[in-house]
Structure formats: structure tokens, C-alpha cells
């Protein structure tokens, strides 16, 4: 059998991916629901607050990822620019609502409008996107740091952070989606409510795909280790040492009295077999 390291032992990026689209798209759905609720004179509020919640919600996830903190402390920049992120996504709806109010008007008038609804958002505005963004952090950021703490115990912690993520978002979107459905919108067959909607099953599939892939590859790994234990692997060892149990690639090269045995640390272990630990390459003769 070849000695190449199973792939659930490098980290996977696209479940980082998936969450950030994920929990973007259900900040948009249930910000479109809830002003939905609140102006339910505005047909066209839903896509107006949805859609740049939307990109801002998935740069607010990339920058809570941003380790950079602020000098001497260890607050982070992520963090305290999502004040910044809030404040310019409630100053985009307001300009995007305004400058859309009425269905005539030159696009002189139209730019004007936004420009006054932006500066209103932000700061008038801010009896709503303060409370926003208190109740974006607790449902969302709250994971997310939690997510970003299993990270530092390894693979494996990074994966079930991701997957606590990926439920976190799944649950506030089949919220949205369930009040979509209630009645209490408005216009229940608008394409502004099939937009929200759609956001809603995009971050339920995203989200349940996080969690099913954060375990499936936590449950491969285990497995694997539990083979190279029986001595099923070739390659592959798993030595215990005072801190462990180590998962070791042993890779002979060279021809004769030349062969050397390189070897390698995969994954520091727990003990169910679990990545507890970043690799830590070394090599001996």
C-alpha cells in the first residue's frame, strides 16, 4: 500500500468556504424576514436588506478568521472592524431603499438619494444596526471564536468548531425560512420572498454540509488509525510516547546498505484516535 497520507489528515479549506457563504446567506435571510416584519409596506425590502447583508455577512466572516490583533492586546482586528462592516451594511440598505423609493427620477436624483440614505443609515441608522450587530455576534460570532479555539487543539478541533458553525447558521436559516412561510409576510409569493427564501436553503445546505463533512472526516481519520494499530497500514505506525500517542509515515529510500527509514509525524492522537495536534515533521536514520 502507498504511504501517502490520507487527505482527512490535511486541513480542508472548503469547509471554511461553506461556512462563509453559509452564514452570510443566513444573515441575509433572516435580516430580509425580519425587516419584511417591520415594513410591510416596502415589497421590495426583503432584496434591498438581503442582498448587501449578504456580501458584507461573508466579509465579516473572513475578517472574524483575521488573526491580527491589536498591538499589545490580544483583541482582534476582525472583531472590532465588524462595528465598521455593520455600521457601512445598514448605510448601503438605507441608500439602496431610498434611492429606489420612487420608480421615476433621473440617475442623477437616484445616486443623490443613495448617497443621503448612506449617510442616514450609518448614522441615524444606528438604532438598528447597533442592535443587529449585538445579535450577529451573539448568534454567530459566538460559535465562530469558539470554532476558532477547537482550532488551536488541531484537525479535528478545527473540524467540530466548523461544524458547530455550520449548525449555527443551518438553524437561524430554517428559522427564516419556517417565518417565510407563516404567513405573517406580507407577500408570501414575491420574488423578493423566493430571494430570501432561496438565501434560507442555500445556508441550510451549506451548513448541514459542513456538519456532515467535519464528521465524516473526523470518523475516516479514526479509522485509519485504528487500522495502522492493527497493523493493516504499511507505512504507517503509531507510536506511544510520554505526551501520546503519535501517528508516524515511515518511508524507506536508498537501495542495499544505503536504505535509510525517513519518518514522519502525521497527527499527535487522543485517545480515541482523534488529530489532537498540528503535524510536526522530523526524520531519523
Not at 72 to 93: D, F, K, P, T, Y
Request: hydrophobic residues 50%.
Amino acid at each position: 500500500m502507498s504511504a501517502v497520507v490520507p487527505a482527512s489528515f490535511r486541513s480542508k479549506k472548503s469547509l471554511e468556504l461553506m461556512n462563509m457563504v453559509g452564514v452570510g446567506a443566513s444573515l441575509a435571510a433572516i435580516t430580509g424576514v425580519v425587516f419584511s416584519l417591520l415594513f410591510r409596506t416596502h415589497q421590495t425590502i426583503p432584496l434591498i436588506t438581503a442582498l448587501p447583508t449578504l456580501i458584507f455577512g461573508m466579509l465579516w466572516v473572513r475578517l472574524l478568521r483575521w488573526e491580527k490583533t491589536l498591538p499589545g492586546s490580544e483583541i482582534r482586528w476582525g472583531w472590532l472592524l465588524s462595528i465598521v462592516l455593520a455600521a457601512a451594511n445598514g448605510g448601503v440598505a438605507a441608500g439602496l431603499l431610498l434611492s429606489f423609493e420612487r420608480s421615476f427620477g433621473t440617475i442623477t436624483d437616484r445616486i443623490g438619494r443613495f448617497f443621503i440614505g448612506l449617510f442616514a443609515g450609518v448614522t441615524f441608522g444606528a438604532i438598528a444596526w447597533i442592535p443587529g450587530l449585538l445579535a450577529t455576534l451573539f448568534l454567530f460570532g459566538v460559535p465562530i471564536a469558539w470554532a476558532q479555539r477547537q482550532a488551536k487543539k488541531g484537525l479535528t478541533g478545527q473540524e467540530r468548531g466548523e461544524g458547530i458553525v455550520g449548525a449555527s447558521s443551518m438553524a437561524i436559516a430554517m428559522v427564516a425560512l419556517a417565518l417565510t412561510f407563516s404567513g405573517a409576510i406580507r407577500d408570501a409569493v414575491s420574488l423578493e420572498t423566493l430571494f430570501v427564501r432561496f438565501l434560507a436553503t442555500i445556508s441550510v445546505v451549506l451548513g448541514g454540509a459542513a456538519m456532515l463533512t467535519a464528521r465524516q472526516r473526523d470518523q475516516e481519520r479514526q479509522r485509519f488509525v485504528a487500522a495502522v494499530e492493527r497493523g493493516e497500514v504499511e507505512h504507517f505506525r503509531v507510536d506511544t510516547t510520554d505526551e501520546g500517542k503519535v501517528l508516524v509515515r515511515v518511508v524507506s529510500q536508498g537501495q542495499g546498505y544505503r536504505v535509510r527509514d525517513f519518518e514522519e509525524e502525521i497527527a499527535a492522537l487522543d485517545s480515541d484516535g482523534a488529530a489532537v495536534n498540528k503535524p510536526v515533521r522530523v526524520a531519523t536514520e
